[in-house]
């Protein structure tokens, strides 16, 4: 017998046909033995239209009443999944944040879990009783309810895995794992059986949207095992058909790389001629920071007679705000700025090349003959990003997924 | 300075514009120096979407779940609601049922509220804070969300007048006040200025549906004015331009008659040659009380030979429910049951007839004049109610507005 915790996200509970087919995937769990938390999204499109509500009464509205507001979609799927569950017999009940209570700090809009309160829970899933609990929310020190940031289902629901010891994390999304490039351009690409933490986060945070960052974080930080599965496939988390995401040590034999990743919501934007001194740097990106401008790669070059030149990438939709930022800026002396809308970043990403040496040497050339031009490099211990013109972004995913022997040969034949 | 209740219905938070128009109304009470306290319903249109989706699960449901699905629509509205007023630069919070709390019994679905607890409210009403309220909510002993009923928002908002102490509790609608007849069938029907409680209590329960009934009774037992108004005209609730619900004894001079009310969705069911012996009635009723009928007048012609009639009304949905459940009945005995679906009933309404004789002969005098039959007559102290056949129901209401001297002259010219 396991503690499973199932999460359904938005398009798996998109209406009541599909949180009916997530229920009988939990009864199955439950016949199977199981004890089941389950944890639920808003159903498709609901919190985007909260969201937009509250936009249009002010950009600039108080959060605790938009955490007020946004948290009711989760509230009407964890009811709803009650109520399905009941249906099959299967003894439930709905556990909003603040009855359990799941206690965040105040940081009201992307609030962090601290405390979760377990006891009551424990002794339910004890007499067989199946908890279904609203992702996203929780409820802060001082009685108000709180949202965990777009996507936060996910990190409830890792959050909850670890508050009960739970043996495993089951995320039902709408694909089948995570995989090493996106199919919709790769279409040899294949079905990732395990992942380190480490890698996931890295796909995560490259666009692979499969997973929110923060609760890969903390699902390592835990040592909960996550998997990721598809709600639309017949199969349950106890079939072990997703990819599972664990520690590095519980991946017997690691792949050199395991997936390509890529964004094509990049601008890449370069500061010439700014002075080269201690702190230039951070001269340049705290007021862009300050702006809640998200920077992502970051490359100085060498100096030449005390200046240097500064490229960052950004989200495409922050690039304007970026350039904005930098030019009100008095203080800062540079020749000029230029942005680049049209680059898109690859990455490959694999804990196997921490111990392998070729592996950017295989990019550097596949690229080369492929006659892609590369813009800018950055590395970390687990990947190498580049960035290039966004319109062979899918040459050269599909050319680096074959050269690093990714593709699904039967899928070739 | 007074202390107001304001509740805004469905169609008076129906959209985003809808509920700036709203909080700008709140705005002038604040403005004019008046502490408010905000009552919501969801935005028309939520509350039956969600209802319907609870139904789509199951016809069975957990009436717990229930709450917790369909009390989602008011919290979102009060968020936004707080959010608005903010934006005019008026302190304002949400408050939701379990966060003040607003205390109920048990039953599900149509709980009673037990207990409010005002101290923290009072405290910040003095202070100038204006408290948002989700309408329709409040939360058990046992910690779960109860739901008041449909239309519970009204009871909430009276409740909140009550607990409070408030001057006076203004339900804003998309009506501008109580009328003495349907205004779309008696084009001179006028707004009453001042009605009593148990007037309104009786236009209420005639399908007169500008308030909860259970809203009214609480008003009159807590002696709370309740002023129904409309949201889409350009005066507030200090305005005083709205329909007063008050103490007869308010009411300086009160109308011979206050109103006619009228209803179609009226079945007329007639049991012919039952036993007439001590209990019958009960024998009769307990039934279709068990099956959930909502049985209205009831009436016992005189007996012959032993045996009786024994005619009443039903809504016009639950009639073929209420012969089921009769012939279902074994043991009762009875010649046979006639089924009118073609009747509505009419009343006549004012606490002035109380001291007034010839009040019913005017009503039978007018009928008379227009040919038009009455089938079934039942009254109490201050309503006089008819059954006759459906086709007859305008002129009928039309020509009893006349009769009682009703008629808005100025509409007529």
Redesign the interface.
Known sequence: MALIIAKFGGTSVAD?QR??NAASKVVREVEAGNKVVVVVSAMSGVTNK?VE??A???PM??L??????VS??E??T???M???L??HGVVA??W?G??IPIVTDNVHGKARIENIDTNELQKRLDDGEVAVIPGFQGVTGL???ATLGRGGSDTSAVAMAAALGADRCDIYTDVSGVYTADPRIVPAARKINKIAYEEMLELASLGSKVLQTRSVEMGAKNGVPIQVLSSFDDEIGSDRKGTLVTTEGSIVEAELVSGIAHSSDESKITVLGVRDVPGIAARLFEPLAKAAVNVDMIIQNISADGLTDMTFTVPRAESALAVKTLEKDVDLTYDKITVNDNVSKVSVVGIGMKSHAGVANTMFRTLAEKNINIQVISTSEIKISILIEEDYTELAVRSLHAAYGLDDTDKIA
């Open positions: 009541i949180i009916e909260l509500y509250c249009q009464i002010s509205h108080d605790r009443e938009y955490d007020t507001v009711s979609g509230q009407v964890a009811g709803l009650a109520m399905a009941q249906k009940r709905s909003l603040w009855q009685g108000r309810v």
